[in-house]
């Protein structure tokens, strides 16, 4: 039989049986769903939490903190070392340290036209700051060279939360922020009036550095207000931004200070994000992969009862003189023809199911407040490359054909004289 | 005269769990080209048996059956299959395949065959020309009546222009009527158009409408009669 009668008949005996091949062809559907679905979203994420960290921070910056354990540690081993200001100057003493800055940062309510927001406040050398994050430049005013307690910098979204040209806050303009401490069973909130001078360039979404949704004043004025010595961290710029180079003054930086500080660089924190997410993706794969064994024994048993049914048909072909070859061809084209129009439907369902993931995981733009919450949200767009599709059809074709080997085998090999016989 | 098909003492043994059964205890026969022959016999007398045998869906436990001279007791199943498309197979129950109409079922074999589809109608349309269903080429089987569908099954088994036609009851299912038309068909396709037809039956009008019966009993041809 040539390939083209052979897909014909096979297409014809699955036509006879929609109700049937639809809900085999829907397993398949469904497992390639998934898999595109879960690959195409974690690829998506990735590329989101990658870009995030390449357009946020320089990748020639590290950030040392208190505390010798990673990020994971937990809050009782946390050492009660402290970072000072001047520590700076320890730092700056490590060969391959260009500039180091410390920085005080504390979560306040701000108040604006009426409505709060708990933003963050960060007190920092405004001149080191510059030159360490290139970010950190102003769209409207400017930032002062030698600047007043009271001046504050804001990030863009403060400044334009809607996107729509109504501004709660604007250079030259004052609003009054505090924090609350407790004093014996009271809670005092200590208050403190800024004035904006400038409006930071729009920045995107960064987990480090300088942020939309930042309150940045001098750090001597936000160590006086927080009522502290301590800073929260100290930001270094490197002299390189090659990853061995950034391991060995990492290490430097925390032996000089007896391990008791942690040095995170964007680089370090993006390759172990990466290795999470290819374990995620892993198990997201093999998720999508169980469904579609699940379809693929669907597909075996459906088939086996076909057979059955079919025996007689069997019978007939082989007694005008079908080989057993042609019987099991035409079998496996069932199948192939299940997996390709399943692996089809599956990465369009699969593509549209990503969309609508990704489409609840992002903030929804211009919902106010919101926006100030979600300051370092992602927006995730599923990654579907021609690879992804190509590899998922294959895959359900592949599924589909090996779960039918079984079953086109034994049809194959049916005796015509017995199969001519069954009812 | 050319042999089509020749039996040498061909036996048959099943097993029947673990009881041997000698369903065919050694028959020997030939058949020339352009005969009309009809085996007869009850149930049990091993004619089902010896049309397997005949019809290349089965091999003999012993002796030789040439087809067209080739023997095909000791071939593999794929040569086996190969031979089938010189026997026209007609079977009892019609067995068309249901969701092909009358000219799918008549192009299966050509299918099979590998024949090119452009080739392939022409003979369809002839095949059932020859059995006067010209008009009914795009009907389902379901559509059609019991005797139009042993003429598709006629056709179908005429398509491949084989060295005979073997018919397994080819009246069993239908009424007297059409099975009188069924007969006159046969009759017609040997006298004019010199077709080889075997005819296995246990009906003795049947047999009363071909020239040579051969009657079988017991797993043994028991008479060779020519009419």
Redesign the interface.
């Known amino acids: 039989?040539?390939v083209?009668?052979t897909f014909s008949?096979s297409l014809?005996?699955i036509r006879?049986r929609k109700l049937r091949s639809g809900l085999t062809t829907l397993g398949v559907i469904i497992g390639i769903a998934a898999i595109v679905a879960l690959l195409s979203f974690t690829q998506g994420f990735q590329v989101a939490i990658s870009s995030q960290f390449q357009e946020g921070l320089a990748t020639d910056v590290v950030t040392v903190t208190s505390g010798s354990g990673t990020f994971m540690s937990s809050p009782d081993e946390e050492s009660d070392f402290a970072l000072y200001t001047n520590d700076t100057a320890l730092i700056g003493s490590v060969e391959g340290v260009l500039l180091s800055s410390a920085v005080s940062s504390k979560q306040v309510t701000a108040e604006f036209d009426g409505s709060d927001q708990m933003l963050s406040l960060t007190g920092v050398n405004l001149t080191a700051y510059q030159e360490i994050y290139s970010t950190f430049v102003t769209e409207f005013g400017e930032i002062p060279t030698s600047p007043a307690d009271n001046e504050a910098i804001i990030g863009h979204t403060i400044y334009d939360p809607w996107g729509n040209g109504t501004h709660p806050i604007s250079v030259g303009e004052s609003f009054n922020a505090y924090y609350t401490v407790r004093n014996g069973t009271t809670l005092v909130p200590v208050n403190i009036t800024l004035t904006v001078v400038g409006v930071l360039e729009e920045i995107g979404s960064s987990a480090f550095g300088p942020s939309d949704t930042g309150l940045y004043i001098p750090l001597g004025s936000a160590m006086d207000y927080f009522d502290t010595e301590e800073v929260s961290r100290i930001v270094v710029k490197l002299a390189s931004s090659d990853e061995d180079f950034i391991a060995t003054v990492s290490s430097s930086i925390e032996e000089l200070f007896f391990g008791e500080v942690t040095v995170n660089s964007a680089t370090a924190i993006l390759d172990t994000m990466e290795s999470i997410l290819g374990t995620v993706e892993i198990l997201l794969a093999g998720i999508g992969g169980i469904s579609l064994l699940v379809a693929g024994i669907g597909i075996m048993n459906i088939m086996i009862v076909s057979l059955m049914e079919r025996t007689?048909?069997i019978?007939?072909?082989?007694?005008?003189?079908?080989?057993?070859?042609?019987i099991l061809v035409i079998f496996l084209g069932e199948a192939l023809i299940i997996g390709i129009i399943g692996g089809g439907f599956g990465i369009v369902v699969g593509s549209f199911l990503a969309t609508i993931f990704s489409s609840g995981m992002s903030p929804m733009g211009g919902q106010g407040p919101s926006r100030f919450s979600s300051s370092s949200s992602l927006t995730i767009t599923p990654v579907v490359t021609p690879t992804l599709m190509v590899m998922a059809l294959l895959f359900g074709i592949v599924v589909s054909v090996v779960f039918a080997i079984y079953p086109a085998w034994r049809a194959s090999r049916l005796?015509?004289?017995d199969a001519?016989r069954s009812e | 005269m050319t042999e089509v098909l020749q039996v040498q003492d061909v036996t048959k043994t099943y097993m029947m769990g673990s009881v041997p059964v000698d369903a065919l205890r050694g028959v020997s026969f030939s058949i020339q080209k352009g005969e009309l022959v009809s085996i007869l016999g009850p149930s049990g007398s091993g004619k089902s048996t010896l049309l397997n045998l005949i019809g290349a869906l089965d091999r003999p436990t012993s002796g030789t059956l040439f087809i067209e001279g080739i023997d095909v007791s000791t071939l593999s199943d794929n040569r086996l299959a190969e031979m089938r498309k010189q026997v026209g197979f007609v079977f009892q129950f019609f067995n068309l395949i249901g969701r092909l109409d009358a000219q799918g079922n008549v192009d299966l074999p050509l299918m099979i065959s590998g024949m090119p589809r452009r080739k392939r109608k022409e003979r369809v349309l002839e095949a059932l020309r020859k059995v006067g269903l010209a008009e009914r080429t795009t009907h389902k089987s379901s559509e059609l009546s019991g005797g139009e569908r042993q003429r598709v099954a006629v056709a179908r088994a005429l398509v491949n222009e084989p060295s005979f036609l073997l018919m397994d009851e080819p009246t069993g299912n239908l009424d007297s009527k059409t099975a009188q038309e069924m007969m006159n068909l046969v009759v017609e396709l040997n006298d004019e158009l010199r077709v080889t037809v075997i005819i296995v039956t246990h009906d003795q009008e049947v047999a009363n409408r071909t020239r040579r019966t051969l009657r079988m009993r017991d797993g043994r041809i028991v008479e060779d009669r020519v009419n």
Not at chain 1, 315 to 326: D, Q
């Open positions: 039989m040539n083209r009668d008949y014809g005996a006879l007689r048909e019978g007939i072909l082989k007694a005008l003189g079908a080989k057993g070859r042609s005796m015509p004289v001519l």
